[in-house]
């Protein structure tokens, strides 16, 4: 009994220390010490040694961001954005972040760039977000660099920079410290977007191997994110093996986990049947949910599901209305769709200029099919004014963004003398990239071609040109479409050299003894 008297003794004893130190914090606040305000209002915050009153910590806060704190003006501006105990309000929130981020907090230049970003109680200032962006970034705020890469990778209020915005994920991803918090998930975001840029080849080497290794713990230590992206690895065979069930499965617990990319793989699957039976209704409810959450690609999905009658009765009036809705969230496909409805006069009235500028959006935004049907419009001259060298340009971005007719469609460009007559040796390159793609015309005219295109060459080359040069030389060491002659395709790699071309440079140095 002695000792359980005794415990009681002690615990009281901590209470009345608790109590004491909680008198003299709230003493030492009324008498203007803005510190004490501070940490007072951090314990009615949390309950910590009280009773948790989150309104009496906000008006503890707005006392001590009145007398230059910018840790309580940061804080304050948290609890008014999320409406955490006092009425939410944007606009009071970006007040309190502004004051703070003035007075060289870093947490809250970034919380205000987020505001600007989105327009949430401030006008919507993509340039101003940027700037706050990087002045957190400078100031060593992970999130802060994170969201700047966000924004180099969009091209959204700064010209866009690929490159810099892979070094900026890997150096929040890469960052030596042992951080938690939100500095934590920023780490996380970044390694996630780090690894897309790997597999991608956006701003980095394409190393789709990289990015899954980026992945893998990330997905273990409960990114689900993280868990998506992989998904899709596995799914396609992007640095590791082909595996449909591991991916499902991937997919499958992201979009359990809420994570909204992965319920939109996951209805992909199904509308595709990819290992196993389509399933057309779930695949539906999947891109209704993703879409009711605003992840966008998931309304363009929906959007399809519909334009198609895909499990559903065909209905262009609300395909063209989610679309809509897509590409004004941000997803590059849906302004694509939208743009072909708005060309064909389906499901909307015909818009064929409002057509052709969603698609430089999307193409701007580097989506090879976007581009792509840009540049059909730029040749036959739909809702612009026809121009074969604009095409050719936009053919070129869809060719090595992967599409194959637009390599084919460029040869024929390139042949005809449409783009460059000079450049008409390019053309069977581009008809082989085409045939290779699955493009079967491609395949035709490539067959059709290397007659021609080596008589072409012929004369450019003894013209003086020396790319022309190159590809006799090439021709020759393969020997497709001349005799294979390694002595004649040094010679006309030689020819290259002197004449400028430096790939042929190279090509001669590697043809000679042990190479280069």
């Known amino acids: 009994m002695q000792r359980g008297k005794r415990r009681v ?6 209470l009345l220390l608790s109590q004491c130190k909680f008198v003299e914090l709230d003493e030492l606040c009324r008498q203007g010490k803005t510190q004490s305000c501070v940490r007072l209002a951090q314990k009615y915050a949390t309950g910590e040694g009280m009773t948790q009153n989150l309104a009496h910590a906000a008006q503890l806060f707005l006392k001590a961001c009145q007398g ?70 400078d100031a060593g705020d992970l999130l802060g660099c994170g969201n700047l890469g966000l ?5 959204e209020g700064v010209r866009q920079d690929l490159t810099r915005a892979a070094e900026l994920y890997a150096h929040v991803c890469y960052d030596p410290k042992e951080q938690f918090g939100s500095d934590l998930k920023a780490k996380y975001q970044a390694c996630t977007n780090l690894a897309k840029a790997l597999a991608l080849g956006r701003g980095r080497p394409k190393a789709p191997e990289k990015a899954v290794a980026l992945l893998e713990p990330l997905c273990e230590v409960g990114v689900l994110a993280a868990c998506s992206d992989l998904g899709a690895a596995n799914l396609q065979g992007l640095g590791t093996a082909v595996d449909v069930a591991k ?11 809420s994570v909204l990319q992965g319920c939109h793989g996951l209805a992909m699957v199904l509308l595709k049947g990819v290992g196993g039976a389509q399933d057309a209704e779930r695949a539906q409810g999947l891109a209704q949910k993703a879409c009711d959450g605003s992840f966008a690609a998931g309304c363009t999905l929906l959007g399809l599901i519909y334009d198609e009658g895909r499990g559903v009765p065909t209905d262009l009036v609300k395909a063209t209305a989610l679309y809509e809705k897509a590409c004004t969230g941000g997803d590059a496909g849906g302004c694509v769709n939208l743009a072909l409805m708005l060309e ?18 999307a193409c701007s935004l580097q989506l090879p099919g976007a581009c792509y049907n840009l540049a059909l419009d730029y040749k036959e001259g739909k809702g612009v004014k026809k121009n074969l060298v604009k095409a050719g340009e936009l053919y070129g971005l869809a060719c090595d963004g992967g599409v194959a007719d637009a390599c084919t469609n460029l040869g024929l460009l390139v042949e005809d003398g449409g783009v460059n007559s000079e450049e008409v040796i390019r053309a069977l390159d581009l008809f082989e990239r085409g045939c290779a793609g699955g493009n079967g015309l491609g395949c035709q005219h490539a067959k059709r071609s290397i007659e021609d295109n080596v008589k072409r060459a012929s004369a450019a080359c003894k013209a003086g040109k020396g790319t022309a040069c190159f590809v006799i030389g090439s021709r020759h060491q393969k020997g497709d479409g001349l ?34």
């Open 68 to 137: 230059g704190e910018p840790v309580a003006c940061h804080a304050l501006g948290e609890m008014q954005q999320r409406g955490s105990g006092i009425p939410k309000d944007a606009r009071l929130a970006a007040q309190s972040f502004e004051k703070a981020c003035n007075d060289q907090y870093s947490l809250s230049c970034n919380n205000l760039g987020w505001l600007y970003e989105h327009g949430d109680g401030v006008d919507r200032n993509f340039e101003k977000a940027v700037r706050l962006y990087a002045k957190a970034c």
């Open 344 to 361: 064909d006069g389906k499901g909307v009235p015909k818009d064929l200029p409002r057509a052709v500028a969603l698609l430089e959006h």
């Open 9 to 14: 003794r002690v615990l009281l004893s901590l």
């Open 151 to 155: 924004q180099l990778e969009q091209g």
């Open 483 to 516: 005799a294979k002659d390694l002595k004649k395709a040094a010679e006309f790699y030689d020819k290259a050299c002197k004449r400028g071309e430096l790939k042929g440079c190279s090509a001669l140095a590697d043809l000679q003894p042990g190479g280069r």
């Open 247 to 257: 991916g499902v499965a991937l997919y499958t617990r992201a979009c359990d986990g």
